[in-house]
């Protein structure tokens, strides 16, 4: 974890606005392991979308990091991510799982597709190819 720190506090220095170096730092500061503060988690990050609402990485991020699964805004930021980066395989995917737990099914399943269609359009390895094809099948 100090590696990583100081990884992302060097980035820091010489970009101090960057999105994702900032949303990994206010992750780390506070995350379970480190420590339990959930709220100082949730401050830092409503600060970083006020301040930068269209950055597809802090929505994901704070969805990451954020302890309050059941969180409107969570489910918003979720939204966002997948909008503000309309090609990330794992954006759709974490969106259709939020739609699936609200019992949203078929909008949950069009989700599921989209995620596919992205792996197999990037060719990555995330969202897990088995584990999203199953659970298709299951929607379907």
Known sequence: MR????????????????????????GAVSSPQANADVVGTESRF???????????????????YTQSKASGLQRKSLFY???LAPDNADYAFNLAI?????????????QYQRALELLNKSG?????????????RELQ
């Open 3 to 26: 590696t990583l720190r100081a990884g992302i506090k060097k980035v820091l220095e010489i970009e101090p606005k960057n999105t994702i170096a900032l949303s990994v730092m206010a």
């Open 46 to 64: 409503k600060s970083m979308l006020a301040q930068q609402p269209d950055a597809a990485n802090v929505h994901a991020h704070w969805v990451i």
């Open 81 to 83: 991510a997948s909008r």
């Open 98 to 110: 939020s739609l699936d737990q609200m019992g949203k099914s078929g909008l949950a399943l069009k």
């Open 124 to 136: 990555g390895a995330s969202p897990d190819r088995m584990q999203l094809e199953a659970r298709i």
